[in-house]
Nanobody, 115 residues
Framework: QVQFVESGGGLVQPGGSLTLSCAAS????????MGWYRQAPGKQRELVAG???????NYADSVKGRFTMSRDNAKNMVYLQMNSLKPEDTAIYFC?????????WGQGTQVTVSS
């Protein structure tokens, strides 16, 4: 299983932007699908973006048009560009394989959207 380490979170005002990064401890080339997940206080962890190795992406309705996921297989990195952030985007963000048997959860990175 691959271990992931997320970074790039922080405090941002509504309407602002952040780019999250996810570094994998091993090769992600063999992982067909990668995802970004988030967990808000008191809520279950949810999948917000998924990307297949060929580049096909899918987004939760709540972030569609605002978030963009990308992956660099050569660098074993996954990214999440987040624009037009809203207070309801506040959560801890994690990356992992879409098939959770392929990866281990990291600590996540906190994103707080507040004025």
């Amino acid at each position: 299983q691959v271990q992931f380490v997320e970074s790039g979170g922080g405090l941002v005002q509504p309407g602002g932007s952040l780019t999250l990064s996810c570094a994998a401890s091993g090769s992600i080339f063999s992982i067909v699908g990668m995802g970004w997940y988030r967990q808000a206080p008191g809520k279950q962890r949810e999948l917000v973006a998924g990307m297949l190795r060929g580049g096909i992406t899918n987004y939760a309705d709540s972030v569609k048009g605002r978030f963009t996921m990308s992956r660099d297989n050569a660098k074993n990195m996954v990214y999440l560009q987040m624009n037009s952030l809203k207070p309801e985007d506040t959560a801890i963000y994690f990356c992992n394989a879409l098939d959770l048997r392929k990866g281990n959860w990291g600590q996540g990175t906190q994103v707080t959207v507040s004025s």
